[in-house]
């Protein structure tokens, strides 16, 4: 499966912006997909993932309560509502596929991954 995240920009704190991750292929419903970022000089981090119905998610602490994850399997499509920004949230954002939600929560070595979309929260 192949993937096109989208939707980054600039955004003050407390500020919201959506994800959208497009997948091509016809078996998109059947992969868990999930979102992970990477901060300049930091490791790439596990920020969500959500399983292939879309019945059961996964959020990193940093960000529960503050970000969604959801899917329109008839649009091929993964979605990241991102409310309540913080700069700490600054990072490139990069959506993934994988067989299982858990694959995905381990870091989905081997799984298809978007080529990134940026986002900077502004303090």
């Known amino acids: 499966v192949q993937l096109q995240a989208s939707g980054g920009g600039l955004v003050q704190a407390g500020g919201s912006l959506r994800l959208s991750c497009a997948a091509s292929g016809r078996t998109f419903s059947s992969y868990a997909m999930g979102w992970f970022r990477q901060a300049p000089g930091k490791e790439r981090e596990f920020v969500t993932a959500i399983n292939w119905s879309g019945g059961s998610t996964y959020y990193a602490d940093s960000v529960k309560g503050r970000f969604t994850i959801s899917r329109d399997n008839a649009k091929n499509t993964v979605y990241l509502q991102m409310n309540s920004l913080k700069p700490e949230d600054t990072a490139v954002y990069y959506c993934?596929?994988?067989?299982?939600?858990?694959?995905?929560?381990?870091?989905?070595?081997?799984?298809?991954w978007g080529q990134g979309t940026q986002v900077t929260v502004s303090s």
């Open positions: 993934a596929a994988d067989r299982t939600r858990g694959a995905i929560v381990a870091g989905s070595s081997s799984g298809s």
